[in-house]
């Protein structure tokens, strides 16, 4: 029992030590103040340049294959959307401003969106036309994902999956038996890991509605949106998951877009 406990208090250790607290982006609104640890190895740079090739490889094969773009329409559609998000991205972090944006439409059954580091969009189509996507609904998906770019929880779990390696290496090296050290990185999975990629979501939740509030489009899309996807179905319990439940996020989403809705009228006007 006391190795098994060394490994997990080591894990959890590590996760810590060496990081830099940082905060990426301003509150806004919707109040995100949480303090972020990142580690010196992960940076902001190196994450960007792997994004802009990974995309642009991605973008390649896409277009090989005739599936980036496939509909004009569409793909303008879209652009317009994100055109009008882009620029709010000031309120959390003036730099995002300088970075090179680029949105594309990807046709894939899959319901799915993502924003790389630096601003690398893509939005597929069956998460248009299987929900049947309204433009406010699209703005909550694209601030969603845009809101992950500008709080790096890509760096913040990179750090995290870094640092919680070396402590297993660590242990082995200390002379702790394999099976204990697994146990402790699912522990660590579990309890932390996990939890922090469910709160890593609720702030791209309360930010994306908060930009698209700010962008003129109505946050209270949010809730439909989510309710649309409960019907989907197949989600894991919630504490085994990276995602908060449907339900969570429906309730969470009822506040934060009452919070931001005088800025919707504002923009309406």
């Given at each position: 029992?006391k190795?098994k406990?060394?490994a997990?208090?080591l894990?959890?250790?590590?996760?810590v030590?060496g990081?830099?607290t940082?905060n990426t982006?301003s509150g806004?609104l919707v109040?995100i103040?949480r303090?972020?640890?990142?580690s010196?190895l992960?940076?902001?740079?190196?994450?960007?340049?792997q994004?802009?090739?990974?995309?642009?490889?991605l973008?390649?094969?896409?277009?090989?294959?005739?599936?980036l773009?496939p509909?004009?329409?569409q793909t303008?559609r879209v652009?317009?959307?994100a055109?009008?998000?882009?620029p709010?991205?000031a309120v959390f972090?003036?730099d995002?401003l300088r970075w090179?944006?680029?949105?594309n439409v990807?046709?894939s059954?899959?319901?799915?969106?993502?924003?790389m580091?630096?601003g690398k969009?893509a939005?597929?189509t069956g998460?248009i036309?299987?929900l049947?996507?309204s433009d406010?609904?699209?703005?909550a998906?694209?601030?969603?994902?845009?809101?992950?770019?500008?709080?790096?929880?890509?760096?913040e779990?990179?750090?995290?999956q870094?640092l919680?390696q070396?402590?297993m290496?660590g242990a082995?090296i200390?002379?702790?038996?394999?099976?204990?050290?697994n146990?402790?990185?699912q522990?660590y999975?579990?309890g932390?890991?996990l939890p922090?990629?469910?709160?890593?979501?609720t702030?791209a939740?309360?930010?994306?509605?908060?930009l698209?509030a700010?962008?003129?489009?109505?946050p209270?899309?949010?809730?439909?949106?989510?309710?649309?996807?409960s019907?989907l179905g197949?989600?894991?319990p919630?504490f085994?998951?990276?995602?908060?439940s449907?339900?969570?996020?429906i309730?969470?989403?009822?506040?934060y877009?009452a919070?931001?809705m005088p800025?919707?009228?504002a923009?309406?006007?």
């Amino acid at each position: 029992m006391k190795l098994k406990q060394f490994a997990i208090v080591l894990l959890g250790a590590v996760s810590v030590a060496g990081c830099q607290t940082v905060n990426t982006t301003s509150g806004g609104l919707v109040g995100i103040d949480r303090q972020q640890q990142m580690s010196p190895l992960v940076s902001s740079e190196s994450l960007t340049q792997q994004a802009t090739l990974t995309y642009s490889k991605l973008l390649g094969k896409e277009a090989g294959q005739g599936a980036l773009n496939p509909n004009a329409a569409q793909t303008a559609r879209v652009r317009a959307i994100a055109n009008r998000l882009i620029p709010q991205t000031a309120v959390f972090r003036p730099d995002a401003l300088r970075w090179k944006w680029e949105v594309n439409v990807i046709r894939s059954p899959e319901v799915n969106a993502w924003c790389m580091p630096g601003g690398k969009i893509a939005i597929y189509t069956g998460i248009i036309d299987k929900l049947k996507l309204s433009d406010d609904e699209i703005a909550a998906i694209l601030g969603h994902e845009i809101a992950h770019a500008l709080r790096e929880h890509a760096r913040e779990q990179a750090s995290e999956q870094s640092l919680v390696q070396l402590g297993m290496l660590g242990a082995q090296i200390g002379g702790v038996g394999g099976g204990t050290v697994n146990m402790a990185g699912q522990l660590y999975k579990v309890g932390v890991g996990l939890p922090h990629s469910r709160v890593h979501e609720t702030e791209a939740d309360r930010m994306g509605v908060e930009l698209a509030a700010r962008a003129g489009y109505d946050p209270r899309a949010a809730i439909g949106l989510w309710q649309k996807m409960s019907q989907l179905g197949g989600s894991p319990p919630e504490f085994l998951s990276t995602h908060p439940s449907a339900s969570t996020r429906i309730q969470d989403l009822e506040v934060y877009s009452a919070r931001v809705m005088p800025l919707y009228l504002a923009a309406k006007k």
